[in-house]
């Protein structure tokens, strides 16, 4: 890996974010080319706790099924750089911009790689809570892996403040908003389940699965969808596989949502013949 960030030099932006920018890097001496996320987290407080967060997580994990650190860098300005393993294909996001909705043999595959990530994340007691098409990214073997952990959450002895409101709450899962109605023994991992759920149904519709084509994602909208509309479902025409593994995924009360240990025997994906399962 690189030893400093003047051994790299940058090859273009591949994306954008919340508090940052990341960028396609070469390391000069080698020719490696990786991802590098720049956060400029000098001055606003939630941006830099976030950034925190997502290195802590990122120092902890290594598995095939998470995004891979190669070294994390401060600049005296306070930014903080973090040097990833390249995702040459993209995000599910851009995939679906560029190519259009996913068949469900692709989604299978999909589905078997993030529980295999969430699997991993789970059992070192880290709730991602943050799983939609733009935080999975696919590399060019089609393997899909688990990114972007700014607001994730380390388990340790308490359970609480998982109800905290943090990023986008379109994929957040009715306990999250109202742990009295859905929680039951709720602990938070589900809600990475649930999130799940309506990635992999956006991915087969061609949009967001709470709203219809064209509406705005306010909150209010999102809420009221969430909390009180019934969840959503796939469409006819889908097969009863599809549809038992999303209605699995997607109860609303958490204690009724199947776990990734279960779901991983689901005959969805339980039934491929390939186990490593590219797109
Ligand atoms: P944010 O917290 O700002 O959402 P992300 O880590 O999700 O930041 O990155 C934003 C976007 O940048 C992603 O949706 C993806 O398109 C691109 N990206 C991030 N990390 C990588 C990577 N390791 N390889 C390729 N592209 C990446
Ligand atoms: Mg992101």
Not at 233 to 262: H, I, M, N, T, Y
């Amino acid at each position: 890996a690189a030893t400093s960030l003047s051994d790299l030099e940058s090859l273009g932006v591949l994306g954008h974010g919340n508090g940052g920018t990341v960028y396609k890097v070469r390391h000069r001496r080698t020719s490696a080319v990786y991802a590098l996320k720049v956060v400029h987290a000098g001055c606003d407080a939630t941006v830099r706790r976030q950034v925190l967060r997502e290195m802590e997580i990122l120092r902890r994990t290594d598995s095939p099924h998470v995004v891979r650190c190669h070294g994390i860098f401060e600049k005296p300005n306070g930014d903080i750089a973090i040097l990833m393993e390249n995702m040459d294909a993209g995000s599910l996001q851009t995939l679906l911009e560029a190519s259009g909705t996913f068949s469900e043999k692709q989604l299978a595959a999909v589905a078997r790689h993030v529980l295999n990530g969430l699997h991993y994340l789970h059992s070192l007691k880290i709730i991602h809570r943050d799983i939609k098409p733009s935080n999975l990214l696919v590399n060019s073997a089609m393997e899909v892996k688990i990114a972007d952990f700014g607001v994730s959450k380390i388990m340790c002895r308490t359970l609480d403040a998982c109800n905290s409101y943090v990023g986008t709450c379109a994929y957040m899962s009715p306990e999250r908003f109202d742990p009295d109605s859905y929680g039951g023994n709720y602990d938070g991992y589900a809600g990475d389940i649930w999130s799940l759920g309506l990635t992999l149904l956006e991915l087969y519709l061609g949009h967001f699965p709470l709203l219809g084509p064209g509406q705005r994602p306010d909150w209010a909208t999102l809420m009221c969808a969430i909390c009180f509309g019934e969840p959503p479902k796939s469409p006819d025409g889908s097969s009863e596989e599809f549809r038992s593994f999303v209605e699995c995924c997607l109860q609303k009360e958490s204690s009724k949502r199947w776990s990734v240990a279960e779901l991983l025997n689901h005959p969805f994906i339980a039934g491929g013949k390939d186990p490593a399962g590219s797109l």
